[in-house]
């Protein structure tokens, strides 16, 4: 995982937490009613993908422990990790892409609605997502997969496709480089990934046609389900995001100007919208800026808020960067992973950072997009995540206006019950998280995610779960009050 070299540590809050009393009368712990959404207080579990689903996308008894633990906290809501609109496999990823996948869903809204006593809203983030391929070994590449041109013929001579092969397979990278164009070179290094401007492919080109429809369909399945609403993912480097990027060239009224950009974005809402109850909740996760070369600017994100917001959105979700553009290179066999360059450092910011550090990274462009909402006459709500550990943090971003609603991914992981210690007075007695993205790192391996403050816990606890390691524990240890 790239990480900034100026490799400065910097330390998470420690300012005093607040009495019971003042958690009663803040505002992070006050009700919100914008619209569609109500929330019983002001924070947010943003989606984590913990890797439990099976092979086949359906919910596990995991999975549903995993979001009682959450719900346990009593957080004001919780967003199911991405899951799939699609019905094609794709690994241990929920899914929502068919009727059969509506019973298991519904054991976790039962789960969150039992453990949080009914005070937690639920909502799910569904997600669409290219093809992408692991890295090939060089030769088999070069043998197999790689489509022989004139170009490669005008470059290296040669009779035959196989003698071809045989005279590329011989040359060095570098050389290699010289011959086949930018995206063979990069199929080669990276792995084949699909793009949205990938014009010359049937399916890519109908995706205007096809994901209003998917994508209406999976939030018919999780109002079916129970869910309070769905969170559609138009961020990181996901087809939606990759819609509404800078980089998206598409040239059929889809790509180019940021008009055209929102267009599906907006057409997908819209489909989802008409799609479910009045009553149920639909907004979006976005990115308040790409943070990579020639991607969308905050000057964009904010266009696009405001027109979500016009549109009738409920709530945006904010988010940074994580795209594949600027990701390491992976090793042969491996899949790239766009958590792991400069754009994924900004998503998932370190505790040994850069002089702007791991805290609220996103909080000017996310005050810049709420104001532009706010000028265009809309009250909907703002979610900020990056970062947030502690409540004076919180506190402070809502009491400036910076923010409706604050989000704590890891540090919900690290300790579920940072809510309702801080709601009682009791923040002392959080877990602080330390921002060293052990967690990432087994997402990024596809292994069952779990908190390195925890996971090796209190392991002789009757009912203790182990992760298929056999060395960590899967839920962080009840607190004893
Ligand atoms: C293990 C893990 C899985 C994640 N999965 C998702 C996901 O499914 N969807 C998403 O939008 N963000 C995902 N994120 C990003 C978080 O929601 C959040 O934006 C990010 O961690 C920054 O917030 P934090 O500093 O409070 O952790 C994930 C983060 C982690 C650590
Ligand atoms: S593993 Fe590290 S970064 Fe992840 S939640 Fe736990 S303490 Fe935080």
Redo the contacts with the bound molecule.
Sequence with gaps: MWKPPQRIRHQTLTAPWPAAEEAAQSRLFSLLEIGRLSLRERTWV?????WRATEEGEVTDDVVDWYRRFAEGRPGAIVV??TGVRDVPSGPLLRIGHDRFIPGLKRIVEAVRDASGGETRLFI?IIDFLAIRRRPEREKYLRRFLGITDAHRDAVGGESDEEIRARLIDMSDDELRDVLDEREFENLMRGFRERVTDMDQPHIRDLPKTLPGIFAAAARRAEAAGFDGVEL?Y??AYTMASFLSALNARDDGYGGARENRLRLPLETFRAVRTAVSDGFVVGC?MLSEDCIHGGSTVDDAAFFAAEFARAGMDFISL?RGGKFEDALVPKVGEAIYPYTGPSGYE??PQIISDEAGPFGRNVTPAEAIMKTVRAAGCETPIVV????HHFMQAETLLAEGKADII?????A?ADPDWFEKARLGRGDEINICKYSNY??GL?QKHKM?TCQLWDRADLDAPGVKFAPDGKRRTLAPRWAR
Aim: net charge negative; hydrophobic share 40%.
């Design positions: 943003p989606a984590m993908v913990p990790e991405a983030q993912h961020a990181h996760r988010s998503c998932m995540a990056g970062g947030m989000g704590f991914a890891r540090q992981l967690c990432e997402d995610v």
